[in-house]
């Protein structure tokens, strides 16, 4: 009888030590599953929630695109500094080869997301003012037919009036200069627009040197602290997080002094990837803001 005692105690043991290691694994299993789609989320607040379903920046520098998840309410399409060069003739003028006139050259969005172009195209020797239509992929261009949006003609950090189009795909077309074109597609929204959108969630991209540039300053001696340790703190400041950035180097010319560019300085250039929560229209003016702190003179 003791032996069978002994031999019962010792199954209910190992019974229950196997019942709360498999309990643990289970735990832990449905709470990483719960975690993961915020594995990068640093709060509560709605850009935090958001974050990890936004594509980081090296995901948009490498593939040219970017697609937002539906609930982001608006997205900032910058037009890139030296956006006015010829990507057939000059292209060692831009700062990058991938989303060099538009970040991104391919947007992905949803219905009921509001869109605004800024022009980060920096005027020191000419200025540079762009007019970006968005034309029906099946509209006629050289008639100006499918043409469903149009900025204005944007001076320098100028941004357009918010747009929200409807379900298709577009292509965006310079009226000013001879560019590559992007495109925007916009998908249905399968949920109720009015319930499901982070509402003031704003997204976009942004360009920075990624060390202090040697001079900094323009043609009129007007100094430009840009860089991407100027911009993290500048960001902060206006409330603007960081979701994700990327360095890349580009544009090496075999005639410049230096080795690039004269206008780009270096080489050594980072994409950033930002969330902010304001009104679009009190984001694009932070944005401009911060556009004309840049150092690409």
């Given amino acids: 009888m003791a032996f069978t005692c002994v031999t019962r105690t010792k199954r209910i043991t190992i019974f229950s030590f196997l019942l709360i290691l498999l309990t643990s694994f289970l735990g832990f299993g449905i709470n990483a599953g719960n975690d993961l789609p915020y594995a990068h989320a640093q709060g509560n607040s709605p850009t ?7 594509p980081s920046a090296e995901s948009v520098h490498l593939t040219q695109s970017l697609q937002l998840p539906s609930n ?24 990058t080869d991938r989303n060099a006139y538009y970040i991104p050259t391919n947007l992905i969005i949803h219905e009921g997301t509001e869109l605004a172009f800024l022009n980060a195209d920096a005027p020191w020797d000419t200025p540079h003012p762009h007019n970006i239509e968005l034309v029906n992929i099946d509209g006629n261009k050289t008639s100006g037919e499918g043409v469903v949006y149009s900025t204005g003609i944007l001076a320098y950090t100028n941004s357009s009036e918010p747009v929200t189009l409807p379900v298709g795909r577009y292509s965006t077309v310079n009226a000013e200069y001879d560019t590559k074109e992007g495109t925007i597609t916009v998908l249905q929204n399968n949920q109720n627009m009015n319930n499901n959108s982070i509402h003031n969630l704003v997204i976009g991209g942004f360009y920075t040197p990624t060390n202090q540039v040697e001079n900094n300053k323009d043609n009129d001696g007007n100094p430009h602290p840009g860089s991407l340790a100027y911009y ?23 005639y410049c002094p230096g080795g690039y560019w004269p206008d780009n300085k270096s080489g050594h ?22 556009v004309k702190d840049n150092v690409y003179v």
């Fill in 48 to 54: 935090d929630k958001v974050s990890s379903a936004i």
């Fill in 72 to 95: 982001v309410s608006a997205f900032v399409m910058l037009i890139a500094n030296e956006a006015h060069e010829s990507w057939n003739n000059e292209s060692h003028k831009l700062i």
């Fill in 232 to 254: 993290r703190q500048a960001f902060s400041e206006n409330g603007i997080k960081i979701l994700s950035e990327f360095n890349f180097t580009y544009a090496k010319c075999d």
């Fill in 269 to 290: 250039h980072t994409l950033i990837i930002f969330g902010l929560e304001q009104p679009i229209g009190q984001a694009l003016e932070t944005l401009e803001t911060l």
